[in-house]
């Protein structure tokens, strides 16, 4: 297996005027759990489009398993993809999909599809239709396990299901990512259940990367500094990512940031979520006239 | 992916095939009834000496099935439906359900995917117009020998013409589909760029398929001359008619303003239209297809409209493979 | 079998809570010597948790000695001589926290201003231990 499971290299998509991905150049280790997280319209579906081979990249390259991601067949069955909203053949049965799996597949474990919806009593003869949406995601991930995939990619797997559907779905997943040791891709705009589930991060907005790495990485690279009200000199210390200011002080968060340099400046970790939001509130990067 | 194709478009295949079943039975009843008038054939029932049977037989036709026409203008909707049906959801259905991203991200590489679903779907489509065509084809057979088959109501259903239709509405549901990415729309689409394209085939190409072939001679003294019309026989009341009209005695043609004046000194005179005309030394002349055109006719509007077609599944094909959805 | 949760919202790392919910289990006693912790992949499902969380949480409690992995079988608890702290020093020290407790309390506190205090001064202890 290669290093990487995936790496782009000046990657971009743009519809007709507007870029929906630009200048995005990364790379996920093997055998990680990656998480893609950026508001809503920030380019995360557009990216993954791109990393399964259904959209065509206007600019820069992809590449999936240590080839260019393509639509052959011998690159899509490497590859497990859950759309959005879980889309199904709606009117087709459980086990009619099943069907579909194994015989629009290079390899189908269709006894494996089958023992994990078991295991989640849901019923083969049913139509998906007629399924709750926490159902009809976990058939729609049986799907994509039933091909024994290197990497799976997920967008937003969860944003529509209930609590108790998301832990199930989440443990299902996780269960699968122990089993098989694949890598995991998925995107998401809730921070909170992040942590636990993944070890790497991707932080799309506005159309551009703006921060990638290995989660413990991130967390020990950035420090948060609080002092007393400062507006200048914000980047003595390492990069400044934000900076807060109430009445009397100042909070920074800081990357590749040293002990506080000034008197009265005290520094701590910062968590998960906060450093995420801290990256979802920078502005637009302001394009320079050429 | 066969079986796929299969079961994601068997509604449409059982209900085109259930119109097409119904339409087919309908036709054998009343076509066997129709057919039954003539049992030596209609082609004994031709010509100026009408035997006293096949009089009673062509008023009969005449009565009984008359409807025949308006109801065979309908039925050329028919190759609508069987193409635009299979062809509006082929794509647009799975850009509406989403689906697109599951179908696509299988082991089947989405140009395959096409492939086999515009191969199946297409055979599907020419099949059901060609059994329609078929069916029409027979029933039409003592109205062809009676009254010719380049009316709309005979040339549009018969032969090959149909499947071509049909094809054609199959291409033009499947690129609006994944132009608009909503399948009713598409239908709709369809179903105006079909009509346009049909009037326009019909009324201004098909009469030009071939070069006509022209008569003129003399108005005789007993011509049934009228206005602007001659009325004049091209030999074989099979042939199909473009035009007709007048010539003055120097081969300069006549408006239908001059054949007026001319009808009504003829009028004045007190003679016989046809008599003025003979003694003026006026021609008649008329352009005409030859019966025997047919099948050279219906090879010709069959690969414009299944190169028609063509060119649209380029465009799904082109759509597809810049990966655009 | 031991069972591991995880707190979303605690703002402590996955790993640690893991590794924490383990040193208190054997604190505590309910985990003994040669009980054998779930098997990562048993973790993950139920907890719906990164199985390279769990393994980082695990390789953690061997480097600090308190489990031992044994290829092919599973992680397993290993005897802690003499336990650092008693369960008699156990139930001293929370007693004396809950006296505190009762004392700021007292005072006035809520128990988010309680929590803020705590925080603070384990941070000042941990910032002081590294310094």
């Not at chain 1, 009445?247 to 701590?268: N, Y």
Request: hydrophobic letters at 45%.
């Amino acid at each position: 297996m290669t290093e990487h499971a995936l790496q782009t290299d000046g990657l971009g998509k743009r519809y007709r005027r507007t870029w929906a991905l630009q200048d995005c150049s990364l790379s996920v280790p093997s055998g990680r759990v990656t998480a893609l997280v950026g508001p809503n319209g920030a380019g995360k579906s557009t990216f993954l489009r791109l990393v399964v081979g259904l959209l065509a990249p206007t600019t820069g390259s992809v590449e999936v398993l240590g080839r260019p991601a393509t639509d052959t067949p011998q690159a899509l069955s490497r590859i497990g993809f859950l759309a959005q909203d879980h889309p199904l053949y709606k009117h087709f049965t459980v086990a009619e999909l099943l069907r579909v799996g194994r015989s629009c597949n290079l390899r189908f474990d269709q006894e494996l599809a089958e023992r994990r919806l078991r295991q989640l009593d849901i019923p083969l003869d049913r139509k998906a239709g007629a399924l709750s949406g926490g159902q009809q995601a976990q058939v729609a991930l049986a799907l994509a396990l039933g091909k024994r995939p290197d990497l799976l990619v997920l967008d937003e797997p969860m944003a529509s299901l209930d609590p108790v559907a998301r832990l199930e779905f989440l443990q299902a997943l996780m269960g699968a990512v122990a089993e098989d040791g694949m890598t995991v891709l998925f995107s998401s705009h809730v921070v909170p259940e992040l942590e636990r589930v993944c070890d790497h991060l991707i932080v799309l907005n506005h159309s551009r990367v703006t921060v990638a790495g290995d989660i413990d990485d991130l967390l020990t690279e950035h420090r948060l500094l609080v002092g007393p009200r400062t507006t200048a000199d914000l980047d003595r210390s390492g990069t400044v990512v934000e900076a807060t200011h109430s009445e009397r002080h100042t909070t920074l968060l800081v990357r590749d940031g040293g002990a506080p340099a000034a008197p009265g400046w005290q520094a701590s970790p910062v968590g998960l979520e906060d450093l995420v939001l801290s990256y979802l509130r920078q502005p637009a990067r302001k394009e320079v006239a050429a | 992916m066969t079986w796929l194709t299969w079961r994601q478009h068997r509604a449409e295949m059982y209900a085109l095939g259930l119109l097409v079943a119904a339409i087919g039975a309908f036709l054998l009843a009343v076509g066997l009834q129709m057919h039954s008038l003539f049992p030596g054939g209609a082609g004994q029932c031709t010509g100026i000496d009408l035997t006293e049977a096949c009089s009673t037989a062509i008023r009969r036709l005449n009565d009984e099935h008359g409807y025949a026409s308006k109801m065979l203008n309908l039925f050329s909707l028919v190759p609508f439906l069987i193409g635009a049906f299979f062809g509006a959801p082929l794509v647009a259905r799975e850009l509406e359900a989403g689906t697109w991203q599951f179908a696509w991200t299988q082991s089947v590489p989405r140009m395959r995917w096409l492939a086999v679903k515009l191969g199946a779907l297409g055979f599907a489509t020419a099949l059901l117009a060609g059994v329609f065509s078929a069916v029409i084809t027979w029933y039409r057979q003592p109205m062809d020998v009676l009254d010719g088959r380049f009316g709309a109501d005979a040339f549009d259903l018969e032969g090959l013409a149909p499947a071509g239709y049909a094809l054609f509405a199959f291409a033009a549901a499947t690129a609006a589909g994944a132009v608009l990415r909503r399948s009713l729309p598409a239908l709709a689409v369809a179903l105006g760029a079909f009509l346009a394209v049909r009037v326009l085939v019909a009324g201004w190409l098909r009469p030009n398929y071939q070069d006509t072939q022209r008569l003129v001679e003399l108005v005789a003294v007993g011509d049934p001359a009228d206005v602007g019309n001659p009325r004049m026989s091209t030999g074989n009341h099979l042939d199909w008619t473009i035009a007709s009209g007048y010539t003055d005695s120097a081969g300069r043609p006549l408006s239908l303003y001059d054949s007026a004046a001319m009808y009504s000194a003829a009028e004045k005179e007190g003679v016989k239209f046809s008599a003025y005309l003979h003694e003026r030394g006026v021609q008649q002349w008329v352009e005409f297809q030859p019966a025997e055109r047919f099948w050279t006719f219906q090879l010709v509007e069959t690969t414009i409209f299944a190169g028609l077609a063509a060119a649209l599944l380029a465009l799904v094909v082109w759509r597809f493979r810049r990966r655009v959805f | 079998m031991f069972v591991f949760r995880i707190d979303s919202n605690s703002g402590v790392p996955p790993y640690l809570q893991l590794v924490q919910q383990v040193r208190q289990g054997v604190l505590l006693g309910f985990l003994a010597e040669g009980d054998r912790l779930p098997l990562i992949r048993e973790v993950s499902e139920t907890v719906a948790i990164n199985p390279n969380t769990v393994a980082k949480a695990y390789r953690q409690l061997e480097q600090e000695g308190l489990v031992t992995g044994r290829p092919g079988q599973g992680t397993f608890v290993n005897a802690t001589e003499a336990a650092p702290v008693s369960p008699a020093t156990y139930t001293s020290l929370q007693r004396g926290l809950e006296t505190w407790l009762g004392r700021a309390r007292a005072a006035g506190l809520d128990e988010q201003a309680i929590n803020a205090l705590f925080t603070a001064a384990l941070n000042k202890a941990r910032n002081e231990n590294i310094a």
